[in-house]
């Protein structure tokens, strides 16, 4: 089956501790985001890549930082220069084939720092 | 700035009919997107519209007017299950998705 798989589901960390969050995809898709969502607030761009080895930040990305060396990873790791890393951040990925595809997500890793 | 509205919840009854509304201001417009999200879990798409009208999918509708800014989806013979989050999302000319702060839909029985 394909998909997008995100671990782990849940995530607790101390302050001021780095943490890597995994995102892989086999749907062979070219784009790849990270999104973090709060409640009562849209989900908020934090980095996206469209091809290996490139990716550019999205509205939100102090704090962050990502690698795109392979196709099917987008892992996203969270820096202690974050303010307010608590969060549930969403991977999604999306074909660049076609004007209209939507973009499919993975199940979330929902991050707490203590 | 980019803006998007939707109400923040509304409650319907099991199998009645409920339309919730999404108005837009962005820079450019390539698509607007709608998800349901239930609590906990990750966004999953329902439809898209590109031009103005309305588009079915079996108990879901949306409809799109590029020129007011302004979409809805419609969502009919309501379920329990229906019961989530809906997400409105704008494709803005960099092609990059705006969000929507979601409609809690909540269904009573």
């Known amino acids: 089956d394909g998909g997008i798989t995100q671990s782990p589901k849940y995530l607790f960390r101390k302050e001021g501790q780095n943490v890597t969050l995994s995102c892989e995809q086999n749907l062979n898709h070219d784009a790849m985001y990270w999104y973090r969502q709060d409640p009562g607030q849209g989900l908020r761009l934090i980095y996206y890549?469209?091809?290996?080895?490139?990716?550019q930040k999205g509205d939100i990305a102090e704090g962050y930082s990502v690698s795109r060396e392979k196709k099917e990873s987008f892992p996203l790791t969270v820096t202690s220069a974050q303010k307010n890393p608590t969060a549930f951040y969403l991977c999604a990925s999306r074909s660049l084939a076609g004007d209209g595809s939507e973009q499919f997500f993975g199940p979330g890793t929902r991050l707490t720092v203590l | 700035g980019q803006n998007i509205d939707q109400p923040t919840e509304m409650t319907a009854t099991e199998g009645a009919i409920v339309q919730i509304n999404c108005t837009y201001q962005?820079?450019?417009?390539?698509?607007l997107f709608w998800y349901q999200q239930h609590a906990g879990e990750a966004p999953t798409f329902l439809s898209y519209?590109?031009l103005d009208g309305l588009e079915e999918k079996g108990r879901f509708s949306s409809f799109l007017s590029r020129s007011k800014g302004y979409s809805y989806l419609l969502l009919k013979e309501l379920q329990m299950k229906d019961s989530a989050s809906y997400l409105c999302?704008?494709?803005?000319?960099?092609?990059?998705?705006?969000w929507g702060a979601g409609t809690k839909l909540i269904i009573k029985p």
């Open positions: 890549s469209q091809i290996v080895n490139d990716f």
């Open positions: 962005t820079s450019g417009f390539n698509g």
């Open positions: 519209n590109v």
């Open positions: 999302a704008v494709r803005d000319s960099n092609y990059q998705l705006i």
